[in-house]
């Protein structure tokens, strides 16, 4: 499991806007990753390119590389479906579909594809609950809708949902910024507990959780409206946080703007 | 400094929090009073007849209860009342020929209606005797709404998804988006002229249930196509995007996830379009013809339906007719009703929890 993604000169445009500008930073298996910047800085968008999301919006492309292993994810002959059963993605909001059950979210990407047998998806659903430790909280009522769960269980569904289908990388879009900090905590706990597993990038607005949960740290800003995002610099956490090289990066980890 | 310095005593404090309000009575003793006062205008005046008093005293009502309330509560509760009144009349007002035709119909349909009603048919019976029923025009627009809804509502449906999943707002969407906001407003009579001239004229087709069912369907579409639309254009795109993200496919996404969630809206606008059709009388006469005797195949002959029943009877002008018109016309109200039930409860079985 787990895999490394380096990324080359990556221009992402929507329509004619560019937004953002020659990216190049590599994301180490095993490990959390975490983009920070202040917000229209082209962080999410750099994530959602890491799988294919990006070009769900209309009129979104990209110019560079992404490579996955060895392996270029934008490859003429690179279907964008398996791409994103490769490596996953939790968005902001939690969004369990509305019309499932508890148990029916979290097989959502297997059963919708093909048909499993039944004891099959039982202990997916049990490993992937557990893995994302809802599985003693859900266990006694895995038929009740996904929706009827706190905002934190809610989130830890989608991850359970997302861990299904045994990706190699775990994308995270602000994971944690709709949630209460108690849940909040169980969250970070949890990505603790994956990076063992997973290779983990985490888009945040908050210093303290990236200083908390990541390994290395890229902080991305952007010059001004209508211009592109960049990124500034990346680094081990532990740098990025004590000694930035760059003195916008300072700035914003100390509070002095964004 | 100056604003937070100024004290104010006890009274003071009370004066500026407390509203003085008319008491509870007096919306009454206003009506009655204007009624009174109308009555009163009535006997001594010329202006009389019982929809002018009517009048009268409405204004009389809303004239003192909007200067009594301006004197005692000031201002913005005199615009208040004057306000509520009036969205309590046009509410009143709307309601009134509804409960009215649902009245009347009922009354008036009661005569002639029973289980016989319901059993039989016209054969044989003469248009000055009372007897005889529905049943073969019950059986002919069961069967007709049920061949337009089979061709009207996955047509409508398939194009709502084309236009939200698949257009984009490209050209042929925005055309195709255009042309159903047209034919929303389509004179019923003009699509049974349609399939009148196209089908039957032209093709060969033969007037019958099923020429009758195809009019109903094309004005089936444009709702049904207008309310999935909106239905599915209500579905979060984090739903969409969450299902992408766990590397389903589109069409997968758009089967087990959008439509699921709309499902409810879905329903509910195709079952109203079922019920639109269902009175239509227009094109139905244009492309079956009449008959007083039961035709269960709609594909061969004449078929008899609720609405051209209705028509007939009324066309045969003796009382006996007029009666089963009005009954007719009391079925007719009562399927409809049923469909609607019958959608609100599918609806609910499948709502999202």
């Known amino acids: 499991m787990a895999k490394r993604i380096d990324v080359s000169d990556l221009n992402v445009y929507y329509g004619s806007f560019m937004a953002v500008e020659g990216v190049t930073l590599t994301v180490e298996p095993r490990a959390v990753t975490a983009f920070i910047g202040p917000s229209g800085c082209g962080k999410s968008t750099v994530l959602r390119t890491l799988n294919r999301m990006h070009e769900v919006t209309p009129g979104a492309r990209i110019e560079g590389k992404i490579l996955l292993d060895h392996e270029d994810i934008y490859g003429a002959d690179i279907d964008p479906v398996n791409v994103r059963s490769t490596i996953g993605m939790v968005f902001q909001k939690p969004n369990p579909f509305p019309t499932m059950s508890i148990y029916d979210n979290v097989v959502a990407g297997i059963k919708l594809k093909k048909r499993t047998k039944r004891a099959e998806l039982d202990s997916v659903v049990e490993a992937s609950l557990r893995g994302a430790n809802l599985w003693e909280e859900v266990k006694d009522r895995l038929d009740r809708p996904g929706s009827g769960l706190s905002g934190g269980q809610q989130q830890r569904l989608c991850i359970a949902r997302a861990i299904a289908i045994e990706p190699q990388v775990l994308l995270m879009d602000e994971p944690c910024s709709a949630l209460d900090p108690i849940s909040t905590l169980a969250i970070e706990e949890l990505i603790h507990e994956l990076k063992q597993q997973y290779t983990i990038v985490i888009v945040t607005h908050n210093m303290q959780q990236a200083a908390r949960v990541s390994d290395t740290t890229a902080f991305f800003n952007i010059a001004g409206t209508g211009k592109p995002g960049k990124l500034i610099e990346m680094d081990s956490t532990q740098k990025i946080f004590n000694a930035p090289g760059e003195k916008s990066t300072e700035d914003y980890i100390s509070g002095r703007f964004g | 400094m100056a604003i937070s310095e100024r004290r104010i005593t006890d009274d003071e404090l009370h004066e500026l929090l407390a509203q003085r309000r008319l008491p509870r009575w007096s919306g009454l003793a206003i009506a009655a009073a204007s009624i009174a006062g109308a009555i009163l205008l009535a006997l001594t005046t010329a202006v009389s007849g019982n929809a002018g008093t009517a009048i009268v005293a409405f204004l009389l009502y809303v004239g003192l209860q909007t200067g009594i309330s301006f004197r005692i509560e000031g ?217 007083q005797s039961t035709n269960a195949n709609p594909f061969v002959g004449p078929q008899a339906s609720l609405p051209t029943y209705v028509w007939d009877q009324i066309g045969s002008g003796t009382t006996a007719s007029i009666d089963r018109a009005w009954a007719g016309a009391l079925a007719l109200i009562l399927l409809v009703m049923i469909l609607n039930l019958s959608a609100r409860l599918i609806a609910r079985a499948s709502r999202v929890k």
């Open chain 2, 75 to 291: 201002r913005r509760y005199a615009v208040d009342r004057l306000a509520s009144t009036f969205l309590v009349s046009a509410l009143v007002a709307a309601l009134v020929p509804l409960v009215s035709i649902l009245l009347t119909v009922l009354i008036r349909g009661l005569n002639a209606f029973s289980v016989g009603f319901l059993t039989s048919t016209m054969r044989n019976v003469s248009p000055r005797r009372p007897g005889g029923g529905i049943l073969h025009a019950l059986i002919g627009t069961i069967e007709q709404v049920a061949i337009a809804a089979l061709i009207g509502i996955p047509l409508g449906v398939l194009a709502a998804v084309y236009l939200v999943e698949y257009g984009n707002r490209s050209r042929l969407a925005r055309a195709v988006s255009f042309f159903v906001d047209v034919m929303t407003g389509i004179p019923s009579i003009v699509a049974g002229l349609f399939v009148y001239t196209a089908l039957i004229l032209t093709l060969g087709l033969p007037r019958s249930g099923f020429a009758a069912a195809i009019s109903l369907a094309i004005l089936m579409i444009p709702v049904v196509v207008r309310s999935t639309e909106e239905m599915l254009r209500l579905v979060p795109n984090e739903l969409r995007e969450a299902s992408y993200a766990l590397a389903v496919p589109k069409y997968l996404t758009i089967l087990r996830i959008v439509i699921p969630t709309a499902s409810t809206g879905i329903i509910t606008g195709a079952m109203l379009a079922v019920a639109r059709v269902t009175g239509e009388t227009a094109p139905l006469l244009l492309t079956t013809f009449l008959t």
